[in-house]
Structure formats: C-alpha cells, structure tokens
C-alpha cells in the first residue's frame, strides 16, 4: 500500500509540538476508534492517525442503523455515539505499535458516568495510554450518543483538563494535549476555548468535530426525516471549520498549534485549511468519498 499510495517529500514533514510528522495529513478520530487499523492507513500515507474516542469501559453505542451516506451533499449523517471496546482492548493493540506513523489518541467519558465524574474518565483513559500513544485530543465537542454530555463552561472543561496536567507533570515523556471543539459553537464559546488554550498547558486545539446542524442541506427533506437526528461531516461543514480555524488562529496570534478538520473534500480544501492557519490537517468523509489515493492527492497538490 505504501508504494501504490505514500508521497513522500521532505518538504512535506512537519515539526509540531515536538513530533516529527511526515506529512501533514492525518484520520481524523471516529474513523480507527479502537486502533486497529493505524498501521495499515499509515501505509496508506497518512502522516498521523488519531485514534477514539477512546472511553474506560467498552460501550455500544447507538442502535443501528446509525450511520448514513447523503451523496448529494457530499456528506455522512452520524449518530453512532461514543461505541468504544474500551481502555484495555485499545492497549492491547497499541502495544503491537511499530512506531511507523504518530498516533493521537481522542479520549472521552462513558455516557453513563455523571457529569461529575467526568473527569476521572478523562484522566483514567490519558494515564492509561500516556506510554502508548504521541499526542491526546479531549473530545470536549458534541457527540451522537443520546446521554449527551457537552461541557460548555470554562470551568467544567478546566475541571478535565487539569487533572491531565497534573499527571502530565509526573512523567519523564512529554505528550502533547489538545481539546477538540465543535463547529456550533458561537464565536464567543470559540474565543473561550482559545482563551483556555492560552490561559493554560493546553498545546493546541483540533478543530472541529461533526456539526448537529442540519440547515443548508440539499438531501430531500422526507430522506432527513426518515434518517433523524444524527452528526453531520463532510462538504456542508467545509466553509465553517475554516472559519473556525481562521478565528482560533487570529485570536491566540498563530502561536499555537491548530488541527483543522471538517469538510475536506478536496486538496484545494486542505490547502485552504492550512492557509486559515491550520499547521496540520485530518480527514474522514473525504477519504469515504475519495478513496485511498486522497491522502497523496492532497501532498501531490502541496507540492505543486
């Protein structure tokens, strides 16, 4: 696979918060949620792959169907939930890791633990992979599942993170720790979470995940219907992750790191991602619609 789909340049690499990427195109989370197929996507190309949602105990998800293709819109409706085989069988498979491509690992809490008790979720998921992942995203953005739980004050997603650091503090390796924010969030919340970023250890942010927001769409009214509720990616989120990007990236004077993913369907997209001042880039819709050559298609435009 490497040699049908890898491009590899040295202009390509990337130096990022300590981590030496090969490219600058990643999965994004949701796509390995159980690390299972980093390797494999890594010799597809991929510079980076992040793993999860990741949750302590293993839990189903949402009843099936829940997952769902609106080809006129170029997008995927999701309502999958945070389905995760848990903590420990993550371990088991990041323990086989050859190291052949950097791996984020996306954590979460279980739908049925209280909010309360959210962040010792958090901080069981991080302690227990600081050996074997490169980097941690907190999924901290909106989620599928039907217990939703999406802490939206600076204080609730302070009370997350700083258990991470402290932990962080304690050990020899340094892995970098970025919170995943969701593209319905107004300006306001965005400029909180970019103030947070700034305001503590946080090495970035990833921004952003699947959009609750059905508006705008051009798939027939009565299919949506018959679909529900469900998280929405790929093209109809395109203009408003980059906005995002583009704010996060102003507001903290691009001296931080930023992931941008949402909408990119295109290399144009991703090129246009990164001169929002995105430093990395990750897909998951566009490589369902595109295939396995995307990801070279997109270093092939960068190169050009």
Do not use: W
Not at 66 to 79: E, P, Q, S, T, Y
């Amino acid at each position: 696979m490497r040699k049908l789909y890898a491009v590899e340049d040295v202009s390509l690499e990337r130096d990022v918060f300590g981590i030496h990427f090969r490219n600058p195109i990643g999965m994004a989370a949701g796509f390995d949620r159980n690390g299972e197929i980093f390797s494999q996507l890594g010799a597809m190309g991929f510079g980076f792959v992040e793993i999860g949602t990741v949750t302590p105990e293993p839990q189903n998800g949402n009843p099936k169907p829940r997952m769902f293709r609106l080809d006129d819109d170029h997008a995927i409706m999701n309502r999958i939930g945070l389905s995760s085989k848990g903590l420990e069988y993550a371990v088991s498979k990041l323990r086989h890791n050859s190291g052949d491509v950097v791996i984020g690992c996306n954590i979460g809490k279980n739908s049925a633990t209280e909010p309360c008790d959210a962040p010792h979720d958090y901080l069981r998921v991080f302690r227990n992979l600081y050996q074997y992942v490169d980097y941690f995203s907190v999924n901290v953005s909106y989620n599928t599942s039907f217990k939703q739980y999406v802490p939206r004050t600076r204080e609730s997603i302070i009370s997350i993170l700083e258990p991470l650091f402290d932990f962080r503090r304690g050990q020899n390796q340094y892995r970098p720790i970025l919170l995943k924010i969701s593209p319905d969030l107004t300006d306001e919340d965005i400029d909180m979470m970019t103030d947070i970023m700034v305001d503590t250890p946080l090495d970035g942010i990833v921004a952003t995940n699947g959009s609750a927001r059905h508006t705008g769409l051009v798939t027939d009214p009565q299919t949506l219907k018959r679909y529900g509720s469900g998280a929405v990616s790929g093209q109809p989120l395109t203009k408003r992750s980059i906005e995002v990007v583009r704010r996060v990236y102003q507001r903290s004077n691009g001296t931080y790191p930023i992931i941008g993913v949402g909408g990119i369907m295109t290399p144009e997209d991703a090129k246009a991602m990164l001169d929002a001042g995105a430093t990395l880039v990750q897909v998951y819709t566009g490589f369902v619609y595109n295939g396995p050559s995307f990801v070279g298609n997109i270093c092939k435009h960068l190169l050009s």
